[in-house]
């Protein structure tokens, strides 16, 4: 599954995970992607990012615009795409 995710100014998505990887990258802003096992991970407009099966996280729009990350999922369709916490 393929999604285009929109995070305003001074906002963040919340805490979840998915029941498979999420590759994606930065298609504009600034994000800080935090995790609960590892330290946050600032990515910028064009940056890639992938996140495991299972992780916990939150991407925190740390920028002046909106955060368009264009994100694929590679999950279990069986289960649902997303656990908030």
Same mark, same amino acid.
């Given at each position: 599954?393929? /999604? #285009? %995710?929109?995070? =305003? +100014?001074h906002k963040e998505s919340g805490r979840h995970s998915h029941p498979g990887v999420e590759v994606g990258y930065i !298609?504009? &802003?600034? !994000? #800080?992607?935090?995790f609960d096992d590892r =330290? =946050? #991970?600032r990515l910028r407009t064009g940056d890639p990012f992938f996140i495991p099966n299972g992780v916990i996280? $939150?991407? +925190? $729009? %740390? &920028?002046? %615009? /909106? /955060?368009m990350m264009l994100s694929t999922y590679v999950v279990d369709e069986t289960k649902p795409l997303v656990t908030n916490y």
């Open positions: 599954m393929q /999604t #285009l %995710v929109q995070i =305003p +100014r !298609v504009r &802003g600034d !994000v #800080l992607m935090e =330290p =946050p #991970l996280h $939150n991407a +925190r $729009n %740390v &920028g002046t %615009v /909106t /955060t």
